[in-house]
């Protein structure tokens, strides 16, 4: 056993990593928690610094190389633990540096705008969408939370790493999308057109933003079109990764592509 106090300096710079941005920002360094998450890493292409492991807790194996590799109490597991029912594997990773450059489109690309986006859990929906139904690029404009928080990549289930992922501004993207044809749909209630009625074929960008605002103006003044989803109740907004994953799905199906 490597480390069972839980006072090793270790284990404290792990604690900062996990709930410190700036700590983050500063190391260039996140924590990918749980066997399948690690794994979804690693397959990308992804190499670790460190695996920490608790033999208490792990119960399935992952085979990685050159990366140095710690076994820790289950007690010190726990603290550094941001998941309840730890499964015993957590990697320290360097954070990718990804630039726009870097994106690869499909001939006809489904992209998601995400702006300003507040909740590491509707974040991590978002994501799982976004690999679930093949969209080429998530683009975070202006983001409120840091898409490398640990609770992003627990709420994503790893799909950080299968989808390419990106943080800039909005006119960046706006720039980025404009230069290469892709259409931008804005979703708000305010829109005229329901989701289903819009034509969401060819290359497309739909983008999103916070529950209590919306998207700014930014986007419905630059939005190609604006869609809406129709609602029956009292309620005038739904989730934002709920709203995003019928309008993303609407696309999928009017493309008839298969996922």
């Known amino acids: 056993m490597n480390i069972t106090s839980l006072q090793n300096p270790r284990v404290k710079h792990l604690v900062k990593l996990r709930d410190d941005k700036k700590q983050r920002q500063h190391d260039g360094l996140m924590l990918v928690e749980g066997h399948d998450e690690i794994n979804l890493a690693l397959s990308a292409g992804h190499k670790p610094q460190t695996i920490l492991t608790a033999p ?44 726009l450059a870097d994106l690869k489109l499909s001939a006809a690309p489904l992209c998601i705008v995400a702006e300003s986006i507040e909740k590491p859990g509707n974040l991590g929906a978002i994501l799982r969408t976004a690999d679930a139904a093949g969209v080429d690029a998530l ?14 990549i627990r709420a994503s289930r790893g799909a950080l790493f299968s989808v390419q992922t990106i943080e800039i501004s909005n006119h960046q993207a706006f ?26 074929r060819g290359p497309l960008a739909v983008a999103v933003g916070t ?9 419905l003044s630059h939005a190609d079109a604006s869609v809406k989803i129709p609602m029956a109740g ?24 298969h996922v």
């Open 56 to 99: 208490e807790l792990a119960g399935r194996q992952i085979h990685f190389s050159s990366a140095e590799t710690i076994t820790v109490s289950r007690a010190v597991f726990e603290k550094i633990s941001y998941r309840e029912n730890p499964d015993g594997w957590l990697g320290v990773f360097p954070t990718p540096k990804v630039s």
């Open 139 to 152: 683009l975070v404009c202006d983001p409120r939370v840091d898409i490398y928080n640990p609770n992003v």
């Open 175 to 200: 720039e980025f999308l404009r230069q290469r044809g892709i259409r931008i749909v804005a979703a708000t209630p305010q829109a005229t057109a329901e989701y289903t009625r819009q034509d969401l």
């Open 211 to 219: 529950e209590d605002k919306g998207l700014t103006d930014f986007w």
């Open 234 to 257: 009292k309620v005038n907004s739904l989730n934002v990764s709920i709203a995003t994953a019928l309008i993303v799905y609407e696309a999928v199906r009017q493309r008839g592509s």
